[in-house]
């Protein structure tokens, strides 16, 4: 349905780049239209007019959202139908991560159209244990090729890779429909025990305006501040967890209290009606309709602030 090939172009631009990429579309993808339903068929397309002559594409996340304007959960749903979607037997769209010598996931996900027979075979996840950590991002030891599958091994359901996306739901659910309890119980005391790391140097890494919002964050919603990225990575939930203090931190002085106040405030109202907090810019909506109903009801002899500390004069830090 979709052909790649170079050739020579004659055109505006035609020395600044005269050997480029060609794409034809068959009409019979007219046929299965049907099937990229939604979001599916723009983030397809994408990877797509990405492609290379034999069917492999490597956009980043953020590239697909910049071409599409689709959002980053959106397009995670997206690719778990397309990366599951078969059409008369075909797979449409193979997605896995490399590994180096020490079987460590290098870079982000890759993805292969029309993925070959052969191409399934080497890319595909050959075990469950193996597919699971592609879908939590821990190393595993891949069986050797060409050792035969005991029985037991033949039981078990393949999982396909999911993207790397914290918290994923996708990877979860597959858990739950791939492994049964018991199998869960004997890969968790096979498990390597989790490396300790230290809450005060995590903090400390952030810069000196948000470090105490991350400390709050982390007293009130007991929630685990993410690593300072290396040098040149990009800042992931880190930028994220600086941008959603800094954002908390002036809705705040909007309302002429404090992050410290409005923070306690805040967890009163979601200690009330909990709900999952991921990073510090979830509490965004929380924290203003507590600030607003709160600077609503106040005498008008009261600061907001004086009124904020008498709703949480009662408040008990985390133990």
Same mark, same amino acid.
């Given at each position: 349905?979709?052909?790649?090939?170079?050739?020579?172009?004659?055109?505006?631009?035609?020395?600044?780049?005269?050997?480029?990429?060609?794409?034809?579309?068959?009409?019979?993808?007219?046929?299965?239209?049907?099937?990229?339903?939604?979001?599916?068929?723009?983030?397809?397309?994408?990877?797509?007019?990405?492609?290379?002559?034999q069917g492999e594409s490597f956009?980043?996340?953020?590239?697909?959202?910049?071409?599409?304007?689709?959002n980053t959960d959106t397009i995670g749903r997206a690719l778990e139908h397309l990366n599951n979607l078969e059409i008369d037997g075909q797979r449409v769209l193979l997605r896995y991560r490399i590994r180096d010598k020490k079987n460590r996931f290098v870079g982000g996900n890759r993805y292969i159209v029309f993925p070959s027979p052969d191409q399934?075979?080497?890319?595909?996840?050959?075990?469950?244990? +193996? /597919?699971? !950590?592609? #879908?939590?991002g821990a190393p595993v030891e891949e069986p050797e090729q060409g050792a035969e599958d005991t029985p037991e091994q033949n039981k078990k359901s393949h999982i396909r890779i999911f993207p790397n996306l914290e918290n994923s739901e996708q990877g979860k659910s597959a858990l739950k429909e791939n492994h049964s309890l018991k199998e869960?119980?004997?890969? +968790? /005391?096979? !498990?390597? #025990?989790?490396?300790?790391?230290?809450?005060?140097?995590?903090i400390s890494a952030f810069p000196e305006d948000c470090q105490s919002g991350a400390k709050l964050i982390v007293s009130l919603f007991n929630l685990h501040p993410p690593e300072k990225p290396n040098p040149g990575q990009k800042g992931g939930e880190y930028a994220l967890w600086i941008k959603g203090i800094r954002k908390l931190n002036k809705l705040?002085?909007?309302?002429?209290?404090?992050?410290?106040?409005?923070?306690?405030?805040?967890?009163?109202?979601?200690?009330?009606s909990p709900f999952t907090?991921?990073?510090?810019?979830?509490?965004?909506?929380?924290?203003?309709?507590?600030?607003?109903?709160?600077?609503?009801?106040?005498?008008?002899?009261?600061?907001?602030?004086?009124?904020l500390e008498n709703v949480i004069k009662d408040f008990e830090p985390r133990s």
């Open positions: 349905m979709f052909k790649v090939f170079s050739g020579s172009w004659r055109g505006i631009g035609a020395n600044a780049s005269p050997e480029v990429l060609f794409m034809q579309i068959g009409f019979q993808f007219r046929q299965h239209l049907h099937h990229f339903k939604g979001a599916s068929l723009g983030v397809f397309m994408c990877i797509v007019l990405h492609a290379n002559p956009p980043s996340y953020e590239q697909i959202r910049t071409e599409t304007g689709i399934l075979a080497q890319f595909e996840p050959s075990s469950a244990k +193996a /597919a699971e !950590a592609n #879908a939590e869960i119980k004997n890969m +968790a /005391a096979d !498990a390597p #025990a989790r490396p300790s790391f230290n809450l005060e140097d995590r705040a002085i909007e309302y002429n209290s404090t992050l410290d106040v409005a923070l306690k405030a805040s967890w009163k109202r979601w200690n009330q907090v991921a990073h510090p810019g979830a509490l965004l909506k929380t924290m203003t309709s507590t600030l607003a109903s709160t600077e609503q009801s106040q005498e008008p002899s009261m600061s907001l602030k004086s009124t």
